[in-house]
């Protein structure tokens, strides 16, 4: 997914054609990091604010996206939900990062 955000990135970035390099940097920085946090974080966005607050009953079927029932959250809360996913980004993340800069290089070497 990081190759297609590249590639939108850049082809968004040379829409705006910048004057210089510096403001073409500035820009693709932004547009990555703008694509990665949305990529990373929108689960958590999903859970905190819209989830378990447009449920209704099997019998009343109020609120359907596509003919799908939105979810509830579970009987301990959300807040447990979030919490875990928090976790598995936060430590995954770093846990990913460093074989990557570690153990790859002793693995293929």
Not at 22 to 31: I, R, W
Not at 45 to 53: E, I, N, Q
Request: proline residues 4%; aromatic residues 20%; glycine residues 4%.
């Amino acid at each position: 997914m990081g190759k297609i955000y590249r590639v939108l990135a850049i082809w968004f970035t040379n829409l705006e054609c910048p004057r210089t390099f510096t403001e073409y940097e500035n820009s693709f920085t932004f547009k990555m990091f703008l694509f990665q946090f949305v990529n990373y974080y929108s689960s958590l966005v999903y859970v905190a604010f819209f989830k378990g607050r447009f449920y209704g009953y099997p019998a009343e079927m109020k609120y359907n996206i596509f003919n799908y029932r939105l979810e509830q959250c579970d009987p301990a809360g959300c807040m447990m939900e979030l919490v875990i996913q928090l976790a598995i980004i936060m430590v995954g993340k770093q846990v990913l990062n460093n074989f990557m800069e570690i153990a790859l290089p002793l693995v293929i070497s």
